[in-house]
């Protein structure tokens, strides 16, 4: 039985399960639903997670498998095209909202979720596991539920892709 | 040059995600081939620019609708009662409208089911 309260779930996960779904769904509406769906789930599961298990984790799959049924909805697919993140509507958590914040660094806010835009869902989720939590391939596999060689294409196409992107806008 | 490394164990390489023999292997690579220790630095830099940049904070509205299980505030309506009453006029307007145009939408079903048949006879005979 699990010790884990729903607050400390919450603050545990929260941020990182909204990073993750924003990366998945590509636009702030759809990663909001996104994570309320996952959190609730895993709320309502708590009873049945163990505490040697990472909530993190946890709560990624839950979030995977919830977007991996909403995207069978053509009719979502479609409504995700219309409505791209804004740049300018949230931060890292690292920085501060401040009127100071340079102009230089919205418009590299943009160029850069212009650039992760043209990459796949996957792509970017694997990459959310793999730099913000620094996990290990074996790990991101289990997480995801892909073969570990999938795992390994994937961060290459992004990081190559993202790559390619973001030199073409700095050229520009 | 001829590279003797795959492209995507640059990227494992960069992660430490390689066996010692196949790091060997591009790092001995990477000490003749210019082309590979750029395209190192360039999916370093796309990683470093990740770090930085993709971590999101959740919006306030959604911690308090997790922890009070409550439906999402921006698409929820204001009370149950202005719901009930928003759905009541739609109906009624629906009502109305159906009332006065009923000759119309039965001749436009009609028409409809005349179509529907048609092409369901066309197909049964291979036209």
Redesign the interface.
């Known amino acids: 039985m699990s010790k884990l309260s729903?607050?400390e779930l919450?603050r545990l996960t929260?941020?990182?399960?909204?990073?993750l779904a924003?990366?998945l769904t590509g636009n702030e509406a759809d990663a909001?639903?996104l994570?309320?769906d996952a959190?609730?789930k895993a709320?309502s599961g708590l009873d049945g997670f163990r505490d040697e298990a990472d909530p993190r984790t946890w709560v990624y799959r839950i979030t995977l498998n919830a977007w991996k049924n909403q995207v069978g909805s053509r009719l979502w697919k479609w409504w995700r095209r219309l409505a791209p993140i804004d740049p300018a509507s949230?931060?890292?958590?690292?920085r501060e909202d401040s009127p100071e914040r340079s102009l230089d660094a919205k418009e590299?806010?943009r160029e850069?979720e212009a650039a992760?835009s043209g990459l796949d869902p996957e792509d970017r989720a694997t990459?959310?596991l793999?730099?913000?939590d620094g996990m290990?391939?074996a790990d991101i596999a289990r997480t995801m539920d892909v073969p570990i060689g999938t795992v390994?294409?994937r961060?290459?196409r992004?990081?190559?892709a993202?790559?390619r992107l973001?030199?073409k806008y700095d050229d520009a | 040059m001829t590279h003797e490394i795959e492209?995507?164990e640059?990227?494992?390489y960069?992660?430490g995600?390689l066996t010692p023999k196949k790091k060997a292997g591009v790092d001995r690579h990477l000490e003749a081939c210019a082309e590979c220790r750029d395209r190192l630095e360039?999916?370093r830099?796309?990683?470093a620019?990740?770090?930085?940049?993709?971590?999101?904070?959740?919006?306030e509205?959604?911690?308090e609708?997790?922890?009070g299980?409550a439906p999402?505030a921006e698409a929820a309506p204001s009370s149950p009662l202005g719901f009930a009453l928003a759905l009541a006029v739609l109906l009624l307007v629906l009502l109305g409208v159906g009332k006065l145009f009923k000759p119309q939408i039965s001749q436009v079903f009609n028409q409809v089911m005349a179509m529907v048949s048609g092409a369901a006879q066309s197909v049964g005979s291979g036209n």
């Open positions: 729903a607050e919450v929260l941020d990182r399960a909204y990073t924003l990366r909001w639903d994570t309320q959190l609730l709320i949230g931060d890292p958590p690292s590299r806010a850069f992760l990459l959310v793999r730099e913000l290990r391939y390994k294409s961060l290459y992004a990081r190559a993202l790559a973001l030199e | 492209a995507e640059l990227s494992a960069l992660d995600e360039s999916l830099k796309a990683s620019r990740f770090r930085a940049e993709a971590a999101r904070k959740a919006p509205s959604l911690r609708a997790v922890l299980g999402k």
